[in-house]
């Protein structure tokens, strides 16, 4: 039985929840349960805070676990990402004083607050910058330059608006770009009833992805209208009755619909139709 990590609260939890019931595994309706069985797609699911689930994944006492990329590498157990999930994404940053540091090299010698120390020091080393010092912090790290316990901060930057407040700037490269990802531990095998898992999970992203477009179109613009709709692999292309026109279904990037059905339209000047635009299934 496939032993699974999930987070039991915090902006993880909800969509972790929400991709694994699409993907057809039971879910807990009791927030207190801590352990849930599943014995009809032989898994069971550990509720773990989300901090700790790496850290399980890594000594081994789950298969595997969902966490944040971010957590994943601060953890710095022996668990490593086996699939991108595509929510909770964020983006690390080095802040401080505005106008005072330019590229993080310029972070040698400083003091850094961060609540994700060893993520930060991974970063700072594999570059060969030597900090003056990491402090560890849970929470407030923008207070950390004012109160004089750093001079740099790196924590999750989404629009800038709270360390503008702060009076704080971001500088140089990303740290990370985060994100929900499926751990497992890096030193064994595969445990059985991964591949079903990662396929079920791949099945939802596709779906959460893409949609199925059906247009019909003149056959001597099939070749243009295809080139503009290829699909995961290759689309459909069925003829009609008339002998003139074919019926085409393809995958289509769900946020880039609009803009094909323009470039539909320019080719086909407006003998293109488009029948049918429906969500993916699973």
């Keep these: 039985m496939l032993r699974i990590a999930v987070p039991n609260k915090g902006s993880l939890s909800e969509p ?100 994700y120390p060893e993520l930060v020091a991974v970063h700072l080393r594999e570059r060969g910058i030597e900090p003056a010092g990491i402090v560890r912090l849970d929470g407030a790290v923008e207070s950390a330059i004012r109160l004089g316990v750093a001079d740099v901060i790196a924590d999750v930057v989404e629009t800038g608006t709270t360390l503008r407040a702060a009076g704080l700037e971001v500088f140089g490269e990303p740290i990370l770009r985060s994100e929900a990802v499926l751990a497992r531990r890096s030193d064994v095998d595969e445990p059985a009833g991964l591949d079903v898992l990662t396929r079920r999970l791949q099945g939802v992203l596709t779906a959460r992805e893409y949609v199925l477009m059906d247009y019909d179109v003149p056959l001597h613009l099939v070749d243009e209208a295809v080139a503009i709709t290829p699909g995961l692999e290759s689309p459909t292309v069925s003829p009609l009755h008339n002998g003139e026109w074919a019926a085409v279904r393809a995958m289509v990037r769900r946020d880039q619909t609009n803009r094909v059905m323009d470039d539909l339209y320019d080719v086909g000047a407006r003998a293109i139709l488009v029948t049918s635009i429906h969500a993916c299934r699973i």
């Design 16 to 115: 972790a929840v929400s991709m694994l019931r699409e993907a057809g595994y039971r879910q807990r309706r009791d927030a207190r349960e801590l352990v849930l069985p599943d014995p009809d797609n032989d898994v069971e699911f550990f509720f773990l805070r989300p901090r700790d689930v790496a850290v399980y994944v890594g000594a081994g006492t789950v298969d595997v676990g969902i966490t944040g990329r971010d957590l994943l590498i601060d953890s710095g157990s022996a668990a490593v990402e086996h699939l991108p999930l595509g929510f909770a994404r964020s983006t690390f940053r080095f802040a401080t004083t505005a106008g005072t540091l330019t590229d993080s090299r310029q972070v040698a010698g400083q003091r850094v607050a961060t609540s």
